[in-house]
């Protein structure tokens, strides 16, 4: 796991920080579908620099679990896009490898948001067939760790599995008045380090919405009101 404070005190960078405040890229120079149209404030993270992020990540990866092996766990709903390119890279280092590295997938799914708030309760749905990861090393996949409760509660529901190692690699963290990005739980991989702001697209939903994004955008407040749980 990547070292978060350094010997001076300050903060390893082991992934791109996206500062506070940052200005992003406007909207009408990338491809966004019609129907999002006046919905988003602009797009964070361009799909091209995802991908190219995620290449370094299954880099990393594969030379941590090396031939031994490994099971990846999907989080779904938000965590299929992110799961499906790197697994993508994986697959195409493992094809020119000597020795590649043997590959599993699993999925689980869990559920903690209503609109743009963390409802506070963490539901696992699924994992009846995660007997399997006994005496294996998992890589669970993830789309955001914001708070990180959500990843606590899935490594402590995967205890009772008895896996040989766990390690996490997520497409983004989230900077926010309840954690910081030294204290409290930290991902093994990250690509991205994001500010405190409710982000949606590539898989990242918003109500099931907005998953069909290329790119990591800002919802504005327009999109949360159309989008929003009918009460």
Request: proline share 3%.
């Amino acid at each position: 796991m990547s070292k978060q404070i350094a010997q001076d005190g300050e903060r390893v960078r082991d992934c791109i920080v996206i500062e506070d405040g940052a200005s992003g890229y406007p909207l009408d120079m990338f491809c966004i579908p019609n129907h999002y149209q006046g919905t988003l404030d602009r797009i964070l993270i361009p799909g091209g620099l995802i991908k190219d992020r995620i290449e370094r990540l299954a880099q990393d990866i594969v030379r941590d679990f090396s031939s031994e092996g490994m099971v990846a766990l999907c989080v779904l709903k938000g965590g299929y896009k992110f799961f499906t390119d790197l697994l993508d890279r994986i697959k195409q280092m493992n094809s020119h490898m000597e020795r590649p590295l043997p590959l599993a997938v699993d999925f689980i799914r869990l559920r903690s948001y209503v609109d743009d708030q963390s409802s506070g309760k963490i539901e696992v749905i699924g994992g009846d067939s995660l007997e399997n990861l006994k005496g294996k090393n998992v890589l669970i996949v993830e789309d955001i760790v914001d708070t990180g409760r959500t990843m606590e509660r899935l490594l402590d529901h995967l205890k009772q599995f008895e896996c040989k190692m766990v390690k996490v690699a997520s497409l983004c963290v989230k900077r926010t008045v309840r954690r910081t990005a030294i204290v409290g739980y930290r991902p093994d991989y990250t690509a991205f380090e994001l500010p405190d702001e409710f982000i949606v697209g590539y898989a990242l939903d918003y109500n099931e919405m907005y998953r069909d994004l290329n790119h990591v955008c800002v919802v504005n407040e327009v999109g949360k009101k159309k989008y929003a749980v009918q009460k």
